[in-house]
């Protein structure tokens, strides 16, 4: 939950709520002159442009245009927000609507913006009551308006930046050894050039030994889903902009709002007919080497691997496994390092004038430009790279399995299989199909209120409902808000959130209450 004083949520719950909203747009993408944004090498040390932070004020890739606040033309706004199962992904998706009856957001017209009216223009929502207003939603339009023009309105849709990313292509190459799931966020985040100061990752629990993916083969969503998937935390873009993750264990389990006849508009029983009590995880677990040989070959064909003088070539060196590094080859054979050799087309060895001029370690081939300064062709004859790899453990995926025996005689087997290569440890993997034992080896109480609205609830919290039969404690699962004609609705989807007592030795005893932990 947002942090709000008490007069907010008195006036949430109020018959009396003036509310406020407010709608900012960068269609034009200029940006704002007042911020100047630290650049290596370029700024200087404690001057004027800034890092992430100055101050309590901190400054995300948003805040970096000049918006213009479109708030009178402004007749609807909606955000949804959901968690992704089973990958404990955020995604938040914005609707709005706003007056066009000079056509001023017709795209290919005479309105001075109409130029830029694009996708991915830039998008704040803030929404509260009186004077007291919070961000709803920071993110990019994800395509054109829908204009009415008999109506004159246009309507717009947008996606928070985490969604963005989760299509792009990682820019850079990771590898990465005995790395946390922070770190692994963190690497790519970076990669998009957001600073640290633009994201809030908590420690993580699991511990990849491996990790290697290609640059622009891979998009981030590749990574991030089943790194959380593994991780059993959550990953959002909140309200304001900032990247967050948590570690299952991490988040809140108490209360932060109460919910009961007096706010209840409606409520419905949605079921839950999810039920898992099968858990079987595959993963293929690779750890690295120590140094050793990892390509070897004489090149007999000269005609596929001459240097030209003065010139350069790239050889291509097909690697039987990933590697986390390969060292830079040197002139001259050498049995601990590695190296090439270099001849004349008729096999006379050339003893100087040949050096690689850069390499580039690539998924499962290495790439090599060598350099020639000599006034003559020559061949590379030999070729010998030593590096890490990361091999296999197991011919065979590792399969772990867990049951929850009383759930199967009651239901029969309903088994959900996963297959994620961040799962390297049984212990990781049995904490994954625990947790997922835990919730949904039984039906539980899913419901959808429609509420007084309180727009500084976030999804996860935890919140109490005393309704009827429906009392207890309950997780926001899907949220969304709309305003639209002075009225502000609140629906919520929650599930039933139960607490357990986590086994302890020399505590808990056998066949007991208490649940293995996550």
Do not use: C
Request: charged share 20%; hydrophobic share 40%; net charge negative.
């Amino acid at each position: 939950m947002q942090i709000v004083g008490t007069d907010f949520n008195q006036l949430a719950n109020g018959d009396i709520r003036p509310l406020s909203w407010r709608l900012d747009m960068a269609f034009e993408k200029i940006s704002d002159p007042d911020i100047s944004w630290f650049t290596l090498d370029v700024s200087t040390l404690n001057g004027g442009d800034i890092l992430g932070i100055d101050g309590d004020e901190v400054f995300l890739p948003w805040n970096y245009y000049e918006y213009t606040d479109y708030t009178e033309r402004l007749i609807y706004q909606a955000v949804t927000r959901e968690l992704d199962f089973p990958y404990s992904v955020v995604s938040a998706i914005a609707d709005f609507q706003v007056n066009n009856y000079d056509k001023y957001f017709t795209p290919h017209s005479s309105s001075p913006i109409a130029e830029f009216i694009l996708p991915k223009r830039p998008v704040r929502l803030l929404q509260g009551f009186s004077n007291t207003i919070l961000p709803q939603f920071m993110g990019l339009t994800s395509g054109m308006p829908e204009v009415d023009r008999l109506g004159g309105t246009a309507t717009f849709t947008a996606m928070d930046f985490l969604t963005w990313i989760y299509d792009m292509p990682i820019r850079n190459t990771i590898a990465m050894q005995n790395a946390r799931t922070d770190e692994v966020l963190a690497n790519i985040f970076e990669q998009f050039g957001l600073a640290p100061s633009q994201f809030d990752l908590a420690t993580g629990r699991n511990v990849i030994p491996f990790l290697f993916f290609e640059r622009e083969q891979t998009t981030a969503g590749d990574i991030i889903r089943p790194i959380m998937q593994a991780e059993m935390g959550m990953l959002w873009l909140d309200e304001q902009g900032i990247i967050r993750f948590r570690p299952r264990l991490e988040l809140s389990e108490d209360p932060v709002y109460v919910f009961d006849s007096d706010n209840i508009v409606s409520l419905d029983t949605d079921g839950d007919d999810t039920i898992i009590n099968h858990v079987i995880v595959n993963t293929n677990v690779r750890e690295v080497q120590e140094y050793q040989t990892v390509y070897s070959k004489s090149l007999s064909d000269n005609t596929l691997n001459v240097v030209p003088a003065g010139g350069t070539y790239v050889m291509q060196a097909n690697l039987q496994d990933p590697n986390l590094t390969i060292q830079t080859p040197t002139f001259g054979e050498n049995s601990s390092v590695s190296w090439f050799t270099a001849a004349l087309p008729d096999g006379t060895p050339v003893t100087s004038g040949v050096s690689v001029l850069s390499v580039e370690l690539k998924t499962n081939t290495y790439d090599i430009t060598f350099s020639n300064s000599n006034g003559f062709d020559v061949n590379i004859s030999q070729l010998s790279l030593w590096g890490q790899p990361a091999k296999e453990i197991s011919v065979e995926p590792t399969i772990y399995e867990l049951r929850d025996q009383d759930s199967v005689d009651k239901y029969e087997d309903i088994t959900y299989t996963i297959d994620n290569n961040f799962i390297q440890s049984v212990s990781q993997a049995r904490s994954l199909g625990q947790t997922i034992l835990n919730e949904y080896s039984e039906y539980a109480d899913v419901i959808t209120i429609e509420v007084k609205g309180n727009p500084a609830l976030q999804l996860s919290d935890i919140v109490d409902v005393d309704y009827e039969e429906h009392a207890g404690l309950y997780r926001i699962i899907k949220i969304e808000n709309k305003l639209q004609d002075s009225k502000f609705t609140q629906i919520l989807k929650l599930r039933r959130y139960t607490s357990y007592d986590w086994f302890q030795l020399n505590v808990s005893t056998l066949n007991g209450s208490d649940v293995l932990a996550p």
